[in-house]
């Protein structure tokens, strides 16, 4: 039995999948245009942390084609230093993460909220890599 105060809602006879369809796909629509925001979000991060280096990537002599100094797009873009170190940013999207790919797995040299931070350990990196190689000659 009905008490008189319920109100049951009608289906309405006049959907179609395709209206839910429609739907559906304006929901992802919705969600992907968040994850180009977020990725456009970590890309402009990474772009003021190449922007102060920039100094330290001009400072590299001309003849060492041994670093990269690329931001990478797709999924999670990237600021490349080298073949096997970059930045990127950590889940919170607030935090640099500088990180190295070793032969045992990859390894944090630097995780910070502060972009100087991240910079002068990027710095220091490139520093060692410069004196590495003029030692080896």
């Known amino acids: 039995m009905k008490d008189a105060g319920d109100i049951i809602t009608p289906i309405e006879p006049s959907r ?9 796909k304006n929901a992802f ?5 968040v994850v180009v925001d977020m990725r456009e979000a970590h890309r402009m991060r990474l772009d003021l942390l190449a922007a102060e280096l920039a100094p330290v990537f001009a400072d590299v002599p ?8 690329a931001i990478s797009s797709g999924l999670q873009p990237r600021l ?9 940013m950590g889940r919170d999207r607030r935090t640099y993460r500088f990180l190295k ?12 909220t502060e972009m100087k ?4 350990a990027v710095t220091r990196y490139v520093a060692e890599r410069v004196v590495e ?3 080896m000659m």
Not at 117 to 120: I, L, N, Q, T
């Open 16 to 24: 179609k999948l395709s209206d839910a369809i429609r739907d559906v």
């Open 29 to 33: 629509a919705d969600r992907d245009d």
């Open 62 to 69: 001309a003849d060492m084609d041994y670093f990269d100094f």
């Open 80 to 88: 490349w230093i080298d073949a096997v170190s970059h930045v990127a």
């Open 101 to 112: 790919d070793t032969r045992v797995g990859r390894v944090v040299l630097a995780e910070s």
């Open 117 to 120: 931070a991240v910079a002068d």
């Open 133 to 135: 190689r003029q030692r």
